[in-house]
């Protein structure tokens, strides 16, 4: 059912047997040239948007811990049992220039291949960042996955931090996702539109989180901060 709301047939199987109940799908298909969406046309100016919390990978880290709360997980199958396809196709109308998923390399890891694609940096804001309930308070308490905190060893080298952002917060921003939501760049004149548009598309949780800068710019903040600047 969910393959057919996609546009898309199920061809084939094979049956194995194991331990725990699995399904793997190899998905093929065309892009038509047109509505091809790439991570190489951020602009500076543009505006961030993503189109699905995050903190999956802290609220599981943390039931295997028997530690997560049943609504916070609830709140995470419902997000993640939401493909993208509403999200995307609203993006092409309304002019998205680049585009990206958000899942194992968490939000700044893609946000970074984005960045690197397009030839730019980026200023986020993390109180913007929607995140799934219960996740802050598991990353505060270190319930997240190996990869999330592998994840933030390689983007500190890379990442200029204020000082109000949080260790646990860090951790979120570069927590390891799965079936996470888009991140992508617009024109700041579209933003509002292509905002409303994900609303009536039935998006259940948008924000824009911050927008690309040049390098330049981020070099010079990195020295005020040095300065003790804000």
């Known amino acids: 059912d969910v393959l057919q709301a996609e546009q898309t047939t199920l061809v084939g199987g094979h049956t194995s047997e194991g331990v725990e109940l699995s399904l793997g799908f190899a998905l093929n298909g065309f892009v038509e040239t047109e509505r091809e969406l790439r991570k190489t046309g951020a602009s500076v100016g543009d505006s961030l948007i993503i189109t699905k919390p995050i903190g999956t990978g802290a609220l599981f880290a943390g039931a295997m ?3 997560s709360r049943s609504r916070g997980l609830e709140a995470a199958l419902d997000g993640m049992i939401q493909t993208n396809g509403a999200a995307a196709s609203c993006l092409l109308r309304h002019g998205a220039t680049a585009m990206t998923d958000v899942t194992g390399f968490g939000l700044l890891g893609h946000l970074q291949q984005l960045g690197l694609a397009s030839g730019v940096g980026a200023r986020i804001e993390a109180s913007r960042v929607p995140v799934f ?13 190996g990869g999330t905190k592998r994840n933030l060893e390689y983007i500190a080298a890379h990442t200029s931090w204020s000082g109000g952002v949080e260790p646990h917060e ?3 921003l570069c927590d390891a996702q799965t079936s996470g939501g888009l991140l992508l760049a617009v024109a700041p004149e579209r933003e509002a539109a292509l905002l409303e548009g994900l609303a009536s598309a039935g998006v259940a949780s948008f924000a824009a989180i911050g927008e690309p800068v040049s390098y ?9 901060e040095a300065r003790g600047w804000r």
């Open 170 to 172: 860090r951790l979120l």
């Open 133 to 145: 309930s219960f996740a802050r308070e598991l990353a505060a308490d270190g319930q997240v996955p």
């Open 216 to 224: 330049t710019h981020l070099r010079a903040h990195e020295t005020r």
């Open 65 to 67: 811990q028997g530690r």
